[in-house]
């Protein structure tokens, strides 16, 4: 079945840079890739999907990559501000089940 | 207010009962999901819904059990069967369609049980 990978498992920014959270899958066939971010205490929020027929897609400060061929997807975010800290969830997906990566705390000091 | 609604938010139990979790939806969803959380794990599968009157395991339905008998309503029983059953548990909801769809997720349940 699917596995997925996520690095790092915490990663400190200072404000105003860049964050790059990194993700691979083993399941060629995968063809849904969605973020989440979650805060202490809360459900996970959808930030921003890609599926394999796209290779970058971007909302503002946020972008997600896709490279199929090496199976790997990452997250970016640029002009980090202290409401991006959280725990992001990458997640891939061939049917209607998501298989999700352990998560990374991002922390962003001002 | 569209959304999904997960109640309560914490819950404590003793060893040895059962105990049911309630998520709500009105997003006119058809599928519907039930996920745990523990600390420093991704979020993993209990059961899944993608149509009333139909559930599907998920990668870890030991100890649990569902119904959906109401496209909006999707409870999840934990059983004294489950050996560690404290957890966050989450509930999610999507629509269906051709291959993967956007889950929208609840503000989850924290049960603790000793």
């Known amino acids: 079945g699917e596995n997925v990978e996520q690095h790092p498992s915490t990663l400190s920014v200072q404000e105003g840079d860049s964050a790059v959270i990194k993700c691979t899958y083993s399941?060629?066939?995968?063809?849904?890739f969605p973020w989440y971010k979650q805060e202490l205490g809360k459900g996970p929020q959808l930030i921003i999907d890609?599926?394999?027929?796209?290779g970058e897609k971007k909302d503002q400060r946020i972008a997600v990559t896709l490279n199929k061929t090496a199976k790997h997807f990452s997250l970016h975010i640029t002009e980090t501000q202290p409401e991006d800290s959280a725990v992001y969830f990458c997640?891939?997906?061939?049917?209607?089940?998501?298989?999700f990566g352990t998560g990374t705390r991002l922390q962003v000091f001002p | 207010d569209g959304g999904i609604t997960q109640s309560p938010k914490y819950l404590f139990r003793k060893e040895g009962q059962n105990v049911t979790l309630s998520c709500e939806q009105n997003?006119?969803?058809?599928?519907m999901y039930w996920y745990r959380q523990d600390p420093g794990q991704g979020l993993r599968l209990i059961y899944y819904?993608?149509?009333?009157?139909?559930?599907q395991k998920g990668d870890i339905a030991e100890g649990y059990s569902v119904s959906r008998e109401k496209k909006e309503s999707f409870p999840l029983t934990v059983t004294s069967a489950q050996k560690n059953p404290t957890a966050f548990y989450l509930c999610?909801?999507?629509?269906?369609?051709?291959?993967?769809?956007?889950?929208?997720f609840g503000p989850g349940t924290r049960l603790t049980v000793t």
């Open positions: 999610a909801s999507s629509s269906r369609g051709t291959g993967p769809r956007e889950q929208y």
């Open positions: 399941d060629s066939a995968s063809n849904y």
């Open positions: 997640a891939a997906s061939v049917t209607d089940k998501l298989i």
């Open positions: 819904s993608q149509i009333v009157n139909d559930f």
């Open positions: 997003l006119n969803h058809d599928a």
């Open positions: 890609i599926r394999s027929n796209v």
